[in-house]
């Protein structure tokens, strides 16, 4: 596929919230990051998991999804498990 088939940044950032919300029921809170691949788009995705009150408190998970050129979802991963209020350090 070359680049003029590619899907932009902006699509693959919506492909990937939009697939995601299918997959696992729930609306994501965000795409925290997206990159280019050689196989299509990488995205990290912010999602709520358990929502409590106060909001600060609530579980957040990071997914890691994978897209091809297109923009269709092939996979993806939860990653890491959060309260909203954390703060990330020195994340690597």
């Known amino acids: 596929m070359t680049d003029d088939e590619r899907v932009s940044a902006a699509e693959a950032m919506r492909n990937a919230a939009e697939q995601l919300t299918e997959l696992l029921g ?3 809170e965000s795409v925290s990051a997206l990159k280019p691949t050689e196989q299509g788009w990488e995205a990290d995705v912010e999602v ?3 929502e ?6 609530s579980v957040m998970a990071s997914y890691q999804v994978v897209l091809d050129p ?3 979802l092939l996979g ?3 990653g890491r498990r959060y309260t909203r209020s954390q703060v ?5």
Do not use: C, Q
Request: aromatic share 4%.
């Open 52 to 57: 409590r009150i106060p909001e600060t408190t």
């Open 48 to 50: 709520v998991e358990l």
């Open 70 to 72: 297109a923009g269709k």
């Open 26 to 28: 729930r609306a994501p």
């Open 88 to 92: 990330d350090r020195d994340r690597r």
């Open 76 to 78: 993806y991963e939860r």
